[in-house]
């Protein structure tokens, strides 16, 4: 059976594996070695060439579930994004970045771009017209997130794909918020697929790693690039996430079940003034979410009522972790304004729409009623220790 029809579960826990021919090991042996034999060999390999055995069984599974050729992976999601933009632009070259973005995506463009002479335009949305309106003559990337960082709004993947080919530009999209389990952006034309796999494929909060999947010819030119830029991974931690992409699927799927459950939860509290998940009928990209998406994911934002300090209520939180970090088997929460997108300004901050009240929600596998109880009581007590501050 070839690997792209086979099941999700069976890809995660077995493409891509490495035989113990010596011992007979059910899982993938370790090859620690930095340094291997030049002579003789039909592979030259060394770890900053992305070529030592267990990063290239850790790519091919990569490959597998996002249904691409090739894959590569790297020390961090930042460095799989930067790599990737770079490889594909130069002086004089123009990129069209969607609005609502991760703030280290937006902060590598804003403050770097213009030293390498390389121009950028941030859309005014996120559909496919808001794409368009600032594609220039000199446009070689189209780059977009979805569903995206921090306020889960969805773009529409054909639309935007089929806009970039029709104009000879190459499209990239962060995939990290759905993960391969929920969405796989190559089978609705996006060429260029970024992942920070520091998230749901590591998955318990233990892992740094990055990951672009794409056709040969895309990975081949990365590639180019990435071997000078040094952003390999240690061959330790690429064993560690092979593990962890194991159970990915299983993980992936019990989160999309508690955080839909838990976004109606918090969408029926009159202390919330806003709950922003694509799995709501009320999200205003739910519709196209449902085309595109297997699953809604596990991430989700809301907004407090002004009454309820943000601070206080995470504060509060006695099962849910104030993390900075998503996507862990544990439910953990965060203020963007705080921290994902501390580098931006204020006002470009409120241009999109993030809050000083705004909570970034990563649910995770816990028991959904013991979640909610949590929040429940955190809230009771944020409102408890503003009405006592306010009568001072």
């Known amino acids: 059976m070839e690997e792209k029809n086979k099941g999700l579960n069976t890809i995660c826990t077995h493409v891509g594996e490495l035989e113990d021919k010596q011992y007979k090991g059910a899982i993938s042996p370790l090859y620690m070695s930095s340094s291997y034999a030049f002579d003789d060999v039909d592979v030259k390999r ?16 990569i490959a597998a579930l996002e249904h691409t050729e090739s894959a590569l992976i790297f020390g ?51 559909e496919a017209k808001d794409f368009q309106e600032e594609i220039k003559g000199n446009t070689k990337v189209i780059y977009l997130e979805t569903p995206s960082n921090p306020l889960l709004t969805i773009t529409d993947l054909a639309a935007v794909a089929s806009l970039a080919k029709n104009k000879g530009i190459i499209s990239m999209i962060d995939n990290t918020f759905a993960s391969p389990v929920n969405q ?20 318990h909060s233990d892992i740094c790693a990055g990951a672009v999947a794409s056709s040969s010819e895309n990975i081949n030119r990365i590639f180019q690039l990435a071997k000078n830029f040094g952003g390999s991974l240690s061959d330790y931690t690429v064993w560690l996430l092979e593990r962890s992409i194991k159970t990915m699927g299983l993980r992936v799927r019990a989160q999309n079940e508690n955080a839909l459950k838990m976004a109606n939860f918090l969408n029926d509290l009159d202390d919330i003034d806003a709950v922003y998940y694509p799995g709501l009928p009320t999200h205003t990209g739910h519709d196209v979410a449902k085309r595109q ?74 028991e959904p009623e013991d979640l909610m109880a949590d929040i429940g009581q955190a809230i009771k007590k944020a409102k408890l220790e503003t009405a006592i501050a306010s009568d001072k």
């Open 46 to 61: 060394y770890p900053r060439y992305f070529n030592t055995p267990n990063q290239e069984g850790l790519c091919k599974k």
């Open 293 to 366: 998406m297997k699953g809604f994911g596990g991430m989700l934002s809301f907004e407090l009522r002004p009454y309820v300090d943000a601070s206080v209520f995470q504060k509060s939180l006695k099962l849910i972790k104030s993390s900075m970090s998503l996507a862990g088997v544990e439910s953990t929460v965060l203020s963007p304004t705080q921290t994902s997108h501390a580098l931006m300004s204020p006002e470009v901050r409120a241009a999109q729409g993030i809050s000083d009240g705004l909570i970034r929600f990563s649910v995770g596998i816990e």
């Open 184 to 203: 796989n952006p190559v089978d609705f034309g996006i060429d260029i697929v970024i992942h920070s796999a520091t998230k749901y494929m590591g998955g």
């Open 76 to 126: 961090s999601g930042m460095a799989a994004v930067s790599t990737a933009l770079m490889a594909f632009l130069k002086a004089g070259d123009h990129v069209v970045l969607q609005q609502t973005l991760y703030g280290g995506t937006y902060n590598l463009v804003t403050e770097e771009f213009s030293k390498y002479g390389i121009e950028f335009s941030f859309t005014k949305g996120w």
